[in-house]
C-alpha cells in the first residue's frame, strides 16, 4: 500500500515537474518573442520616419534645370542617398499658394520670391554616430557647388530618432539577456526535481555500469520535446495576443510585407527554447551525476 501510494507521488511530482518545465520555456519565449516583434517594429517604423526626413538643398535664382537635374544626378551616386526630388521655382511658388491657399504670385505682383531646391532623404541608420558624419559630409559637399546656397533640415528630429531607436535596442537586448538567465535557471531547477524523482534508478544504472552518455541521453531528447513545445505553446499565445491588440487598435501587423520577419521569428523561438531547454539540460544532468559519482568514488 505505501509502496503504492510513493510511486503515485512520484509520478505527480514527475509530470508536476515536466509541466512547469514545459510551462517555464513558453512563458519566457512568450516575453522573448514579443520583445523581438517590438523591435522589428520600432525597427521598421523608424527607418521608414528617418527616410522620411528631407534635407533641403536651397539653390540660387541663377541656377537653371539642366544644372539642378545634373546636381540631382551627382547626388543620387552616393551610396547613403535613397532619393533627390527637384522643385522647380514655379512648382515651388504653387506649393506655397495652395499651402497659404491664396496665390502668391498675384500678391506679389508676378515676381516669384522662391528658388528651386533639391529634396534629399538619406537611407536610415541605426548609429547615430554615423547619421551624424553623414550630414556633415553631405552639407560640406554640397555647400562646394557654386548654385547651392544653402542646406537646411530639421536637425533636432534627426538626432532624437537615432538616439531612440539606438537605446531602445540596447534596453531590449539587456530584456532579452535577463530572460535567458532567468530561463537557464528555471530550467535547471525544474530538472533537479525531475532528477530527484529518479534518483534510485539513476543510482542503480551507475551501479551496474552505465555510462553517463546512456544516463543523459533520454534527459536530452526530452528537453528538445520540452522546448519545442514551449516554443509551440509560446508561438500560439503570442500571435493570439498580436491579433487580439491588432483588431482592438485596428493597426496593420498582419501586412503581407511583415510575413517573411514573422517567419523568421516564429523559427528563432523554437531555435531559442530548444537551444536553452537543451543547454540546461545538459548541464544539470552532468553536474547531478558528476556529483554522485564523487560520492561513490
Known amino acids: 500500500m505505501g509502496n503504492k501510494k510513493t510511486k503515485r507521488h512520484s509520478k505527480i ?6 509541466t512547469s518545465t514545459v510551462f517555464s520555456i513558453m512563458l519566457v519565449l512568450f ?64 506649393l506655397f499658394s495652395a499651402e ?19 529634396m534629399v532623404t538619406f537611407k ?3 548609429n547615430p554616430q554615423h547619421m551624424t558624419e553623414l550630414r556633415t559630409k553631405f552639407e560640406k559637399e554640397v ?5 547651392v546656397d544653402s542646406v537646411t533640415y530639421h536637425e533636432s528630429m534627426v538626432n532624437d530618432l537615432s538616439q531612440i531607436f539606438y537605446k531602445l535596442s540596447w534596453i531590449l537586448l539587456l530584456f532579452v539577456i535577463l530572460l535567458l538567465i532567468v530561463s537557464v535557471a528555471l530550467i535547471s531547477t525544474t530538472i533537479k526535481i525531475a532528477l530527484y524523482n529518479r534518483r534510485y534508478t539513476i543510482q542503480t544504472m551507475n551501479m551496474v555500469g552505465a555510462t553517463m552518455g546512456f544516463i543523459t541521453r533520454p534527459f536530452l531528447w526530452r528537453s528538445v520535446i520540452y522546448g519545442f513545445l514551449g516554443a ?8 493570439a495576443s498580436i491579433y487580439i491588440f491588432n483588431k482592438q487598435f485596428h493597426l496593420a501587423l498582419f501586412h503581407p510585407q511583415h510575413f517573411t520577419a514573422y517567419i523568421l521569428l516564429v523559427a528563432l523561438i523554437f531555435v531559442v527554447g530548444v537551444s536553452i531547454s537543451f543547454i540546461a539540460t545538459y548541464f544539470s544532468v552532468h553536474n547531478h551525476l558528476r556529483s554522485k559519482s564523487e560520492q561513490f568514488n
Do not use: C
Open 31 to 94: 516575453v522573448f518573442g514579443l520583445l523581438m516583434f517590438v523591435e522589428y517594429h520600432s525597427y521598421k517604423a523608424t527607418h521608414e520616419m528617418q527616410e522620411r526626413i528631407a534635407y533641403q538643398v536651397d539653390l540660387n535664382a541663377e541656377t537653371t534645370e539642366e544644372e539642378a537635374l545634373s546636381l540631382r544626378e551627382e547626388l543620387l551616386q552616393q551610396e547613403y542617398i535613397k532619393n533627390v526630388d527637384y522643385i522647380s521655382a514655379d512648382e515651388a511658388a504653387r
Open 232 to 239: 509551440l505553446l509560446a508561438t500560439l499565445l503570442m500571435f
Open 13 to 18: 511530482n514527475l509530470w508536476a515537474g515536466r
Open 143 to 147: 555647400m562646394e557647388y557654386t548654385n
Open 100 to 118: 497659404i491657399d491664396e496665390d502668391i504670385l498675384s500678391l506679389l505682383d508676378s515676381v516669384n520670391p522662391l528658388y528651386p531646391t533639391l
Open 124 to 126: 536610415a541608420n541605426n
